[in-house]
């Protein structure tokens, strides 16, 4: 029994001092709008409110497959502003449309040369291609007036691969989808995806909704819901051997901020968000508006929407869905209740009525991580 204590303890000590090496090699350097380069946090920062960009990558290069297309362009497919507040009562995820049209800052050339200029309108997911995942954050870090010191970003095959780790996740479709882009074809009915297929369900965007990219943030949230509830009833993001397991798919699968560089930091932050009831961790759409003439087929922000969101993150406060409301893409699964209960859980005393939670104006979009959900 001691030698087979001691061999667990080796291989993971090698493991721990594997992971830790390479991702202090491979980080990205972000820095603030200020031009302040964001470092590894203190245990301070990690206890206080925590700013995360989550990039997917859609570049083809080293993928393996001819089933996602031959573009050769390296674009922000997927654009998630992640915040929890200090108090860790609330969890917020606010997915930007790729086809969002934004200004975009200069940026820092990763290799060392000129600068990439300002542009005075760009398409967001563009902004990858004026240096790398880092001046998407810049871009939105211009944007919204918060500041974000945490970068991961994923790719096809990280999504594949992280989707494998937690064992596949079970979601809902309400009508048959048939997606000849992506090649996903389910349904309807629960499905529990895995590899290939989760990544196809969350590139699908013919396949649910009108079309739009608006459609395919609705569909992607009945998946990140999904995989929310599933990790918290797991109890994975408390789970040292699992977080384990996660942090290799994540070296070998995604780029991370140098200021991500650091399993203990990983570790910590995971468990922060894990202290979030279900209930108050919500997914939201940014408010947009379609444009028109030369920029048709693409969106721009509803400045007084957005901004009212903004301000909400840049002083902490929480932001909360009275029910479920996702537009296009999906919808509540049949028989399950659109609100939730964000003032109370089954195992507190009711609250007062001063001290009842504010939640969001009914324009937000979006949906709870209690609430299951379909794609449509």
């Known amino acids: 029994m001691a030698s087979v204590v001691g061999l667990v303890i080796a ?5 721990y001092v594997y992971l830790t090496s390479t991702l202090s090699a491979s980080g990205i350097d972000v820095f603030s709008t200020d031009g302040e380069e964001y470092q590894l946090p203190t245990a301070e920062e990690i206890n206080g409110p925590i700013n995360m960009l989550v990039i997917g990558s859609d570049t083809r290069a080293g993928q393996g497959s001819t089933a996602y297309g031959n573009s050769t362009a390296n674009l922000a497919d997927v654009i998630i502003l992640i915040h929890v507040t200090s108090d860790r009562s609330n969890a917020v995820a606010i997915s930007f449309p790729r086809d969002l049209m934004v200004p975009q800052p ?17 398409q967001i997911n563009a ?4 240096g790398g995942p880092a001046c998407t954050l810049q871009t939105i870090q211009a ?19 992280m989707s494998e780790v937690v064992g596949g ?13 992506t090649q996903l074809y389910l349904e309807a009915g629960e ?20 079309g739009s990219d608006l459609s395919r943030i609705s569909n992607q949230q009945v998946f990140l819901s999904a995989l929310v509830r599933k990790l ?31 399993i203990g930091v990983m570790l910590g932050l995971a468990r922060e968000v894990n202290d979030v009831d279900l209930d108050m961790i919500t997914f939201i759409k940014l408010p947009v508006y379609s444009m028109k003439g030369a920029y048709s087929g693409r969106v721009g ?12 993150i840049a002083a902490d406060e929480p932001l909360i869905l009275a029910k479920a409301n996702f537009g296009q893409g999906a919808v509540v699964a049949e028989g399950e209740a659109a609100t939730g209960d964000a003032n109370a859980s089954a195992e507190s005393a009711p609250v007062s009525e001063s001290d009842q939670v504010e939640t969001l104006p009914e324009w937000v979009q979006g949906t709870k991580a209690s609430v299951k959900s379909c794609s449509k």
């Open 143 to 161: 944007l919204t007036g918060i500041k974000i010191p945490y970068l991961a970003m994923i790719d096809f095959k990280g999504v594949i691969a």
């Open 301 to 312: 922000l509803i400045e007084d929407q957005g901004q009212f969101l903004f301000d909400k």
């Open 127 to 130: 902004t990858m291609n004026s």
């Open 169 to 181: 996740v079970t979601v809902c479709v309400s009508e048959d989808i048939n997606d000849d882009k």
């Open 11 to 15: 291989l993971l000590g090698g493991g």
């Open 232 to 262: 918290k009833s797991e109890n994975v993001l408390t789970n040292p051997f699992q977080m384990f397991r996660i942090g290799t798919a994540a070296l070998e699968n995604m780029q991370l901020s140098n200021s991500l560089t650091n």
């Open 191 to 210: 499905h529990t995806l895995e590899g290939q297929s989760a990544l196809a369900f969350l590139r699908t965007r013919y396949g649910v909704g009108d």
């Open 106 to 122: 200069e940026c820092r050339n990763p290799d060392g040369g000129d600068p990439y200029p300002a542009k005075d309108l760009v």
